[in-house]
């Protein structure tokens, strides 16, 4: 008996041994000028440093491909397209432009990434924050005349053609939901079956964090903190946006960094919009046009694009959502006013 146990103990400390402790490993990434919080759950330190290092690989050259400014393969078609002419673009822009055509048309085009010339205008093609006066209204205008839509964008094969030379790709409303999904793709490949990858805002969750599923903050729009907790479901995103985020300010009037295209100024009504979706891009893009949907149409532009679990929350402070979303939501602190909507 007490062989057996010395056994028992011996081949114990063998096994210990070879595989070394896992638990959660945690790393910052600095890429699409934010930080992404990479969080492995059951992973050695081995494990996880490898894998975080794949993924860094992967965000750094994605970023300068669809950056909407720097100069890159997104840079070189867009000049392309301001030219008349039909421009190559890599696998990855191919996949963004047709994801965002289907989901341009689903949201009214309110999500509209052919809008950069009006983004630039805005001072947002910069790293730092737009200062000074805003654009003169007639440059708005003649912009928004020229009516650059995703409808514009044809793709055959690797060619990229538009109709309209107005149109300017700028992919940020999109890419980082399209990117993250993309970590967690390649994360799955590597063998990792529970993880969670949040990029400044945006995040994907895999698999469950310990015995739990993963549980994220979602930040408060007007800058106190935690607004809520949510529980994250295997495969699913969640994605905030909000004016918040980036704006400049001129005269006491705060000018967000997302932009109307009906009018060609930033939305004021919802500050924030936060979404959670199957697929990351969706989510991504329909918190967007979400911002700009306002109270009066937000439920219809939601479910055109397929989103069952939304959450706005207006210049009130007021937070209103479906039931499906009330589910997943924790308030955090004080709770906020909330108004229940109908399933979506
Ligand atoms: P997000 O933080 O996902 O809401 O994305 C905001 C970014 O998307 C901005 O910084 C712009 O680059 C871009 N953007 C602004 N307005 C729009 C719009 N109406 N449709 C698509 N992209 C936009
Ligand atoms: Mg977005």
């Known amino acids: 008996m007490v062989r057996r146990r010395f056994l028992l103990a011996l081949s114990m400390a063998v096994l210990l041994g070879c595989s070394p402790a896992t638990g959660l490993h945690h790393e910052r990434i600095y890429v699409f000028g934010t930080l992404v ?50 421009g190559r673009a890599t696998p990855h822009l191919v996949r963004l432009i047709e994801i965002s055509k289907r989901l341009s048309a689903q949201s009214d085009d309110l999500f509209n990434p052919a809008l950069g010339h009006l983004i630039r205008l805005w001072g947002f093609h910069n790293d730092e924050l737009p200062a000074g006066a805003p654009p003169a ?87 106190k903190g935690i607004l809520a907790a949510l529980e994250l479901h295997d495969g699913e995103s969640v994605h905030t946006s909000g004016n918040y985020e980036r704006y400049g300010e001129h005269e006491g009037i705060r000018y967000g960094h997302i932009i109307d295209p009906r009018t060609g100024y930033p939305g004021r009504e919802i500050v924030s919009a936060t979404v959670i979706h ?18 009066a149409d937000w439920q219809r532009i939601a479910s055109q694009m397929g989103v069952k679990r939304a959450m706005l929350v207006d210049e009130g402070g007021t937070v209103h959502m479906p039931p499906e979303m009330a589910e997943r939501v924790h308030f955090t602190g004080e709770s906020p006013p909330v108004e229940m909507s109908p399933q979506l």
């Open 37 to 86: 919080d990479v969080s492995l759950w059951g992973v050695t330190e081995k494990q996880g440093r490898q894998a975080v290092a794949d993924l860094d690989r992967a965000f750094q050259s994605q970023h300068f491909e669809w950056h909407a400014w720097k100069p890159g393969a997104l840079t070189d078609l867009n000049a392309a397209i301001a030219r008349g002419e039909p």
């Open 137 to 223: 209204r007639g440059e708005i205008e003649a912009w928004l005349a020229r009516r650059p839509r995703m409808a514009d964008v044809s793709v055959e094969g690797e060619w990229v053609r538009s109709s309209n030379p107005a149109v300017m790709l700028d992919f940020g409303a999109i890419a980082k939901g399209y990117a993250v999904d993309l970590a967690i793709e390649r994360l799955r490949a590597l063998g990792i079956r529970n993880a969670l990858v949040n990029a400044g805002g945006g995040m994907t969750a895999m698999g469950r964090h310990d015995d739990r599923p993963w549980r994220v903050g979602v930040r408060h729009p007007q800058g």
């Open 278 to 295: 199957d697929d990351g891009s969706v989510a991504d893009a329909a918190a967007t046009a979400l911002v700009l949907a306002g109270l």
